[in-house]
């Protein structure tokens, strides 16, 4: 499948014809009136929310829609110029955060998308199909627990036979919980951790490969916690490293075959993981003020690396793990 669609095509996907339309503004598709206004570039220090935040928690797993404020996922921002026309894209954690905004994106970019979360997220899941939709794809939710090896390869087979094939798989699904201590990490925590986050991963990917082909790619959501382990979250921050190298390991072993595999290490995102259970109680108020930045990023702010990693535009990367994390973070 050809990753450069013609120019026509690419006004049309995800509503791209009023964005163009906008921005050219007075100079229209003819060319570029001089005298127009420019718009300006958005300022990534004052365009988003800033700490202190409002100190709030739910119960595990959280919903996007009763955070405070409510987490920006591109909704009403991200706009597609056919980057992904004609792919076939299976995601997990879609419903909300970092996967709801490249799900967003993908749709947009003219993606037709899958997508697996857990049946308590439906409400957030249902937005999400809603958006796709909207954006003129098929979108395919598919809810269920992935620590259950047995439903990860259903949901591989289910989303293949859906979208009538694989080109993008995003292994973006996690379990976090603060604590403390050693002592106060459960063997049930910790395995409830390494399930979600590695295992699921190997067996969702490992079923992936019976449908993707060369010019597929795989992205792998790692974090910053996987080079600068944070001391609250030992257990997740080992699953996160363990996400980079294994994305680095098989992205060697997959490259003669023309399947690229990269990660994505975001630092402080705001994201439902964070309000429950992710971080310790009452320190969310200054969530990401220590970065360079002085706030957190917002999901949006990492659609368009999902893209890259996912087109072809990337065709040469492989192995490589993108932070996106307000100054800060790196190996
Ligand atoms: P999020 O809560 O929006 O997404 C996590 C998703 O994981 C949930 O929506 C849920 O659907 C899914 N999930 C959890 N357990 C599951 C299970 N057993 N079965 C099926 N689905 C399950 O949070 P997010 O921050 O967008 O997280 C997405 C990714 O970003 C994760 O890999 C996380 O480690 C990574 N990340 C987030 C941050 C951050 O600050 N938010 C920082 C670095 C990395
Ligand atoms: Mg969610």
Redesign the pocket.
């Known amino acids: 499948m050809s990753d450069r669609p013609d120019p026509s095509r690419r006004l049309l996907v995800g509503g791209l014809t009023t964005g163009v339309a906008a921005a050219l503004g007075a100079a229209g598709l003819g060319g570029r009136d001089a005298t127009a206004a420019t718009p300006a570039a958005p300022n990534p220090t004052t365009e988003y929310p800033k700490p202190p935040f409002q100190d709030q928690e739910q119960p595990w797993?959280?919903l996007?829609s009763r955070m405070n404020p409510r987490p920006d996922h591109g909704e009403t921002s991200y706009t597609g110029s056919g980057r992904l026309a004609g792919r076939r894209a299976l995601l997990t954690?879609a419903?909300?955060?970092i996967g709801r905004a490249a799900a967003i994106a993908f749709a947009r970019e003219g993606a037709d998308v899958a997508f697996n979360?857990l049946p308590q997220?439906e409400e957030?899941a249902r937005e999400v199909v809603d958006l796709i939709r909207k954006a003129g794809r098929k979108a395919v939710p598919l809810p269920g627990d992935i620590r259950d090896k047995a439903f990860c390869r259903k949901l591989v087979a289910d989303a293949a036979r859906e979208l009538g094939g694989l080109d993008i798989l995003v292994n973006n699904a996690v379990y976090q919980k603060a604590a403390k201590s050693i002592d106060e990490i459960s063997d049930e925590d910790f395995e409830q951790t390494f399930t979600t986050n590695v295992y699921a991963m190997f067996w969702i990917t490992k079923a992936a490969m019976a449908h993707l082909q060369p010019g597929s790619a795989i992205v792998n959501t790692s974090s910053v916690n996987a080079y600068e382990p944070g001391e609250s979250l030992i257990d997740y921050a080992a699953t996160k490293a363990a996400i980079a190298n294994f994305s680095k390991g098989l992205a060697k072993q997959l490259a003669p075959k023309g399947i690229r595999v990269n990660a994505v290490a975001p630092g402080p995102i705001w994201t439902?993981l964070q309000v429950s259970g992710g971080k310790l109680p009452h320190t969310l108020p200054h969530f990401g003020a220590d970065t360079p930045m002085g706030r957190p990023g917002q999901p949006a702010e990492l659609a368009g690396i999902y893209v890259l990693l996912a087109s072809n535009e990337a065709s040469y990367s492989t192995g490589q793990v993108f932070g996106a994390v307000g100054g800060r973070g790196g190996p």
């Open positions: 797993p959280g996007a954690g419903d909300s955060g979360y997220e957030d439902p």
